[in-house]
């Protein structure tokens, strides 16, 4: 067999295989599903289940909120840490799982569409969370998912992801108010996206320089922080009146 015939069928075996996860092969009713199946997941209650087991049901105790704050402030911080972790897995595994089957995740070079679609299940375990079926549409004020959901956008908003969690210690650490935390942790979001829109504006050098997904990412996380400042509501009244409990401030169930 001649050795140029040979070099070649060798080229054509082992040259690139071909995608078979192009986001383009997902059609409306998969990303129905999809956004479903986040949802569900997001739905889980966990604070409920972690009280049940306890013996108490956690809506009739501290704030009534089955979040991992109230959870904690009730049944201490091992109970925290599960009920936080818990939250924040149920929102970072199912959108960081669906971004690597549709093809989405590890890349800079998403379209409007594919990054709207993406936000789409972000936001779906987040509003599982706060309006969780199964406890008549009552639920948790959606912080640990939140963050869980948006760092499974992975890599275009682990940038504003780390940078919101950043701002929650910080001002935890300063003033203690978990509640305060969450709120400028939530506002940093669009915040951080509307400095990298104008760190596109200024550079065309690197990933940063092509990114027509943030403008749907400033708005979903816009919405994201108007809805965590509407359910914080009665926590800001709280501050402002001086009663809002700080960190380490424990009632005990009864």
Same mark, same amino acid.
């Given at each position: 067999?001649?050795?140029?015939?040979?070099?070649?069928?060798?080229?054509?075996?082992?040259?690139?295989?071909? *995608?078979?996860?192009?986001? *383009?092969?997902?059609?409306?009713?998969?990303?129905? @599903?999809?956004? $479903?199946?986040?949802?569900?997941?997001? *739905?889980?209650?966990?604070?409920?289940?972690?009280?049940?087991?306890?013996?108490?049901?956690? /809506?009739?105790?501290?704030?009534?909120?089955?979040?991992?704050?109230?959870?904690?402030?009730? $049944?201490?911080?091992?109970?925290?840490?599960?009920?936080?972790?818990?939250?924040? @897995?149920?929102?970072?595994?199912?959108?960081?799982?669906?971004?690597?089957?549709? !093809? $989405?995740?590890?890349?800079?070079?998403?379209?409007?569409? %594919?990054?709207?679609?993406?936000?789409?299940?972000?936001?779906?375990?987040?509003?599982?969370?706060?309006?969780?079926?199964?406890?008549?549409?009552?639920? !948790?004020?959606?912080?640990?998912?939140?963050?869980?959901?948006? @760092?499974?956008?992975?890599?275009?908003?682990?940038?504003?992801?780390?940078?919101?969690?950043?701002?929650?210690?910080?001002?935890?650490? =300063?003033?203690?108010?978990?509640?305060?935390? *969450?709120?400028?942790?939530?506002?940093?979001?669009?915040?951080?996206?509307?400095?990298?829109?104008?760190?596109? /504006?200024?550079?065309?050098?690197?990933?940063? !320089? %092509?990114?027509?997904?943030?403008?749907?990412? #400033?708005?979903? =996380?816009?919405?994201?922080?108007?809805?965590? #400042?509407?359910?914080? /509501?009665?926590?800001?009244?709280?501050? /402002?009146?001086?009663? %809002?409990?700080?960190? !380490?401030?424990?009632?005990?169930?009864?």
């Amino acid at each position: 067999m001649p050795l140029d015939f040979m070099v070649a069928n060798i080229n054509l075996q082992v040259g690139p295989a071909p *995608s078979v996860l192009q986001p *383009s092969d997902w059609n409306v009713g998969t990303w129905a @599903l999809a956004v $479903l199946i986040a949802f569900l997941c997001g *739905s889980l209650p966990t604070g409920y289940l972690i009280g049940k087991a306890r013996g108490i049901d956690i /809506r009739k105790h501290g704030s009534g909120n089955i979040g991992a704050t109230n959870v904690g402030r009730i $049944l201490g911080p091992k109970a925290w840490v599960l009920c936080f972790g818990v939250d924040f @897995l149920k929102g970072f595994g199912p959108v960081l799982v669906i971004g690597l089957l549709s !093809g $989405l995740a590890a890349r800079w070079n998403l379209s409007p569409r %594919e990054m709207g679609l993406w936000l789409g299940v972000m936001v779906a375990p987040i509003l599982g969370h706060m309006f969780c079926p199964w406890l008549a549409f009552k639920g !948790g004020k959606g912080i640990a998912t939140g963050l869980g959901a948006v @760092l499974g956008v992975f890599p275009v908003l682990t940038i504003a992801g780390l940078a919101a969690f950043g701002v929650f210690v910080v001002a935890l650490k =300063t003033w203690k108010y978990v509640s305060l935390a *969450s709120l400028l942790a939530a506002c940093t979001l669009p915040i951080s996206l509307l400095a990298l829109a104008g760190v596109r /504006r200024l550079t065309n050098d690197g990933p940063l !320089g %092509e990114s027509p997904w943030l403008l749907p990412s #400033i708005v979903a =996380t816009a919405v994201m922080a108007t809805t965590v #400042i509407v359910k914080h /509501r009665a926590n800001i009244a709280r501050i /402002r009146a001086g009663t %809002e409990p700080k960190v !380490g401030a424990r009632k005990q169930a009864t």
